[in-house]
């Protein structure tokens, strides 16, 4: 780090007037959906839950959430309608918000039983999947590249939007694998990685990094502010930097497939050697 990084780093937190970004200074203001595991709930007992106590308490705010359904209208009625501050999750070059830095990489996943014979399948072009009934979420980017190579004929779709109240479709698909009555799952990788960690025994899941063509199926994830709220971003970003093995060991406390760069597995005992 040079000098002036140095000196960056060492001032307080509070040392940026956010009163004309923020809706109450004193307070991390998130925006969350309150059914959504593995990301948030209203008992904040998701991914995104445990990232904004992290902040708050890095912060020294107070830590609140405006609740609202991730369904079309989100933006709208929370961060843009100045209802709160931050989406604690958000794919990097959307269009609604301004993206922080990204704080994990990570990309949808194949989902299978321990001696399967698919435990180690990373891309849809992978012969052992011809012939096999895969479950999908309708209208994801993989389904694109299952259509390709023509797994759909065979494959169960499971519907994108459904009211979270009442239903869940990963809960159901991993129900119908754990059953039986499909091959394998193919979703977003924190939700495999979420809901193959509870099943019993526990699910494989193999991030789908060997992709060619269609889709890409590996994201960014960062943050999500207002597109005006340039130092609030700024801080966001700096205690990303601050704190990234802390928000690994969260992410992979959730079973969530994180790669590196180069498209590897990051793990706890890389974490780990981390100050």
Known sequence: M???ETAIAQQPP???DLSFELVDPKVLRVCADPRNLPFSDEKGEGIENKLAELFAEKLQKKLDYMYFPQATGFVRMTLA???CDVIMG?????ELVQGTNPY???AYALVAKPGSGLEDVATLGDNRLKGKRLGIIAGTPPATNMAANGLMANAKPYPLMIDTRVDSSVGAM???LTAGEIDAAVLWGPMAGYYAKQANPPLHVTPLVKETSGPKLIYRIGMGVRPADQNWKRLLNRLIQENQPA???ILLDFGVPLLDENDRPVT???TAKQP
């Open 90 to 94: 958000f794919p990097q070059g959307d």
């Open 81 to 83: 309608a100045h209802r």
């Open 104 to 106: 994990y990489r990570t």
């Open 2 to 4: 040079g000098d002036r």
């Open 174 to 176: 991993i129900k119908d």
């Open 268 to 270: 706890a005992e890389m």
């Open 247 to 249: 928000i690994n060991r």
């Open 14 to 16: 509070d040392n940026t």
